[in-house]
Structure formats: C-alpha cells, structure tokens
C-alpha cells in the first residue's frame, strides 16, 4: 500500500476507476479534461495503490477564507466499493491531515452530499463537525 500523488496522466486513469462510482456522469476522457482545468486551478488529487490498482481518491484545493484562514478544501473523498471497511480511508485522511499540519493549516472543510450517510459515519468518526449547509442554484 502507498499514498501518492496524482501527477501523470496515467495516475489520474488509475484514479478514473475509483472516481467514478463519486462522479460516475464523467467518461474518462471527460474526466481527464476536467483535471487538466482543476489542476491550473491548485486541485490536488492524492491516491493510495494497493497491488497495482488504486482504491481511495482524495482531491482538495489549499484555499483561504474569512472564517478560518488557510484551509484544505476537499471536493472528492472515496474509496472503490471493493476495498471499503480496510482502512484505506482512514490512512489516506491521516495523511493529508499531516500535510495540513506541516503547512500549518488549521482546518479541513468537506462537502458531502446529504444521502452518504456511510460516508458522513467516517467523517463524524475523523472527529469532523457538520458546521454549515451548502447552498447551490442550478442555471
């Protein structure tokens, strides 16, 4: 098992695989495309490799707010649905919580839709506080 970073276009169709059951209305081209502009963005997109395949995707942006300062800003968290419950997400949390705090960032927002009710277990057991609602407007 490692923890790495989505740098090459190969890891992002590794990371497609796990991805897609979070975003499954992006074909791999698609989603390829929309990295590309993420990224120019700051998105990062962190992984962990078990045998070969990945299994857990995280992806954030370090941005900064009125309310907290700087902070990691995650838009997508998951873990494959055949590697759930073996603590992939659980290492690769841990993880960029130490990157958050080696850069001194004292807060991690994260966006959930309201039905993960699987997902929102994880983050209440990371010790993570629902603090807001997301409020959008489709045009």
């Known amino acids: 098992?490692?923890?790495?970073?989505?740098?090459l276009k190969e890891d992002l169709k590794l990371c497609f695989e796990v991805m897609k059951e979070l975003r499954p209305h992006h074909s791999?081209?698609?989603?390829?495309t929309v990295m590309e502009e993420m990224d120019?963005?700051?998105y990062q997109l962190w992984y962990i490799e078990d045998e070969g395949k990945a299994v857990c995707t995280a992806?954030?942006?370090f941005t900064t707010t009125l309310y907290d300062g700087?902070?990691?800003?995650?838009d997508d968290f998951v873990t494959i649905a055949g590697a759930r419950n073996k603590g992939y997400a659980g290492h690769l949390f841990d993880h960029l919580v130490s990157i958050a705090k080696e850069k001194r960032i004292k807060?991690?927002?994260?966006?959930s839709n309201h039905r993960r009710f699987d997902a929102h277990r994880f983050y209440l057991n990371k010790?993570?506080?629902i603090v807001a609602h997301h409020f959008r407007i489709e045009l």
Not at 28 to 32: D, V
Not at 70 to 74: A, E, H, N, Q
């Open 1 to 7: 098992m490692q923890i790495l970073k989505a740098n």
């Open 59 to 61: 992806g954030f942006r």
């Open 107 to 111: 807060a991690i927002h994260l966006n």
């Open 28 to 32: 791999l081209e698609s989603f390829l």
């Open 127 to 129: 010790k993570m506080n």
């Open 70 to 74: 700087p902070v990691i800003d995650f």
């Open 40 to 42: 120019k963005e700051g």
